[in-house]
């Protein structure tokens, strides 16, 4: 456990000393975003309706944007193999650097969510739930992600690799948590979605670290 | 024994290098492994400390080890010392700054490591393998990029590890003194 937290820990001062990284996701976001209105049109009541669905969509490349580094420094500069003859299971390693990027990445995008959708006119009724279907949808993305930066390492081009095997598993979150958001705003159920999102964030616990896993050990051996 | 390998085939992408071999150093011995490049002297290390398969026999490390391999495994961000603090913590082994002294660099060791030449960060994996709390290093080119200083202290600290109770296996090119250490010439096959 203190080898989990020293590797988080170190993970999080590592981007805290590049700030420019940690902040290009949201940045990335907040342009996609800014940018949107300009392609359909000031009107409030289409920004409105879209809203969700495009912060979503912006959160998700956003996250993806940074998901091929997750693994490629520590590989390139042989951090990886020492931190695979440590005391934690390559499952447990895949787990923390997951967390970190999450911490990294997935924490401030929750944090602007709302600011967001405000930006596109969403009304305020849907802004809790928005909030709500971020923090269970975004870790689904740096777990999943995992996965996709751990079969590239080694690979030229890692980065659209990545956004190629990771998009379609995660297309189940972006689904779920736009309809949760959805069904807010529309005066429906939203506890529906946001269970199938939390079971889907449980699944991808519970799986995406072993798979994780085995990527890198092929790409230790 | 610390470590024991029986039959053991040791190769990279389904070719065998070298084999079977079988050797066991116990506490207190040391192997230098010598070769041409290619001849295997890499993977043999790898295959110690548990990074590759074995393609045939059986390799065993009985006590925790540290591996120095080609990398250094060193974050330009973050300090000499920091580097060496979280690897220490990592292993769960004492943060020592006596070992920044062993390998010279405790006078660098707020700079970031950014600023370190080849050698001094070889010094600084260096001082991340040479753990006393491990019995058994892996050492592959520790000497790469080190001046004849470094060099002196580096076999100073091999001594004091192994007549504490310690092993280690050394692949390397160049002229180290082990006192007593087994010969193992790997050739081309």
């Keep these: 456990m203190t080898a989990f937290l020293v590797l988080i820990r170190r993970d999080l001062a590592l981007s805290a000393r590049q700030a420019a990284d940690a902040l290009v996701a949201v940045m990335f976001a907040v342009l996609v975003v800014v940018l ?3 392609g359909v049109g000031p009107e409030a009541d289409i920004l409105s309706r879209v809203s969700a669905g495009v912060v979503w969509v912006a959160a998700l490349l956003a996250a993806l944007l940074s998901l091929d580094r997750l693994f490629q420094a520590d590989h390139d500069d042989g951090s990886l193999e020492q931190l695979a003859l440590g005391p934690l299971p390559l499952w447990a390693l895949s787990l923390a650097k997951a967390a970190a990027h999450w911490l990294v990445t997935g924490l401030p995008l929750i944090v602007a969510a709302p600011i967001l959708a405000l930006m596109l006119q969403m009304p305020a009724s849907g802004l809790s739930t928005l909030v709500l279907a971020m923090a269970l949808g975004t870790p689904c993305f740096s777990l999943l992600g995992a996965i996709g930066a751990a079969l590239v390492l080694g690979a030229r081009r890692g ?3 990545v956004a190629f095997l990771i998009l379609p598993l995660t297309i189940p979150v972006l689904i779920f948590g736009a309809a949760a958001t959805e069904a807010a705003l529309t005066g429906q159920e939203a506890a529906p979605h946001l269970m199938l999102l939390g079971a889907f964030l449980l699944t991808s616990l519970a799986l995406a670290p072993a798979a994780a896993a085995a990527g890198l050990r092929q790409a230790l051996g | 024994m610390l470590l024991e390998a029986e039959g053991l085939v040791g190769g990279r992408g389904g070719h065998p290098l070298f084999g079977p071999l079988s050797l066991a150093l116990a506490a207190g011995g040391a192997l230098k492994v010598t070769g041409p490049n290619g001849a295997g002297k890499s993977t043999l290390l790898r295959l110690f400390a548990g990074l590759l ?34 690897w220490r913590r990592f292993y769960g082994s004492d943060a020592a700054a006596a070992a920044l002294v062993e390998v010279g660099l405790d006078r660098l060791a707020a700079t970031p490591a950014r600023y370190l030449s080849a050698g001094q960060r070889r010094r600084l994996a260096l001082a991340r393998a040479l753990d006393p709390a491990a019995p058994i290093w892996l050492l592959d080119e520790p000497t790469n990029g080190l001046d004849a200083d470094s060099v002196g202290r580096l076999e100073a600290a091999l001594a004091r590890h192994r007549s504490a109770g310690g092993a280690t296996i050394v692949a390397t090119h160049a002229s180290l003194a082990l006192p007593e250490a087994t010969m193992l010439e790997l050739g081309l096959t």
């Design chain 1, 36 to 38: 949107f209105p300009f």
């Design chain 1, 159 to 161: 980065g659209v690799l």
């Design chain 2, 53 to 86: 398969v074995p393609m045939g026999g059986v390799v065993r490390a009985n006590a925790a080890l540290r591996y120095l391999g080609h990398h250094d495994a060193v974050k330009p961000a973050m300090t000499v010392f920091e580097n060496l603090v979280f």
